[in-house]
Nanobody, 125 residues
Framework: QEQLVESGGGLVQAGDSLRLSCVAS????????MGWFRQAPGKEREFVAR????????YYEDSVKGRFTIFRDIAKNTVYLQMNSLKPEDSAVYYC??????????????????WGQGTQVTVSS
C-alpha cells in the first residue's frame, strides 16, 4: 500500500531554516515524480517544488527559488525540502505528493496520485 509520511515542520522565526522529510513506502522514488505543495488557511493548495523520477530535473515555484531546495535519497526512499531564509508568508501546511505519470509532472495538485498527511510550518516575524 502506497504511503507518504512527512515530518520536520515546526515554529521558527523569519530567516530561520527547516528541513522537511517525506518517507515513501509502497512506491519507488526513482519511478515517481515527487512534489511538495503547501496550503495556508483560506487559500488553495499551491505547488512548491517537484523532482522528476531518477533525473536531476527540478522545478520550483518562483517565490521559493533560491531559498528552497528539493532533493532525495533513493536508498532511503525519502524526499526532502530544505527551506532557508523562511518568511512569514511561507507559513502553511506542507504536503508531499507522488505522481506516477511518465512525463514531467505538473503544478496541479489534481495530477498527483498519492499524498501525505501534511506537516505544519509556521514562521513568525
Amino acid at each position: 500500500q502506497e504511503q507518504l509520511v512527512e515530518s520536520g515542520g515546526g515554529l521558527v522565526q523569519a530567516g530561520d531554516s527547516l528541513r522537511l522529510s517525506c518517507v515513501a513506502s509502497g512506491l519507488t522514488l526513482s519511478r515517481s515524480i515527487m512534489g511538495w505543495f503547501r496550503q495556508a488557511p483560506g487559500k488553495e493548495r499551491e505547488f512548491v517544488a517537484r523532482i522528476i523520477r531518477d533525473t536531476s530535473i527540478i522545478y520550483y515555484e518562483d517565490s521559493v527559488k533560491g531559498r528552497f531546495t528539493i532533493f532525495r535519497d533513493i536508498a532511503k526512499n525519502t524526499v526532502y525540502l530544505q527551506m532557508n531564509s523562511l518568511k512569514p508568508e511561507d507559513s502553511a501546511v506542507y504536503y508531499c505528493a507522488a505522481d506516477q505519470s511518465p512525463f514531467y509532472g505538473s503544478r496541479n495538485p489534481a495530477d498527483y496520485h498519492y499524498w501525505g498527511q501534511g506537516t505544519q510550518v509556521t514562521v513568525s516575524s
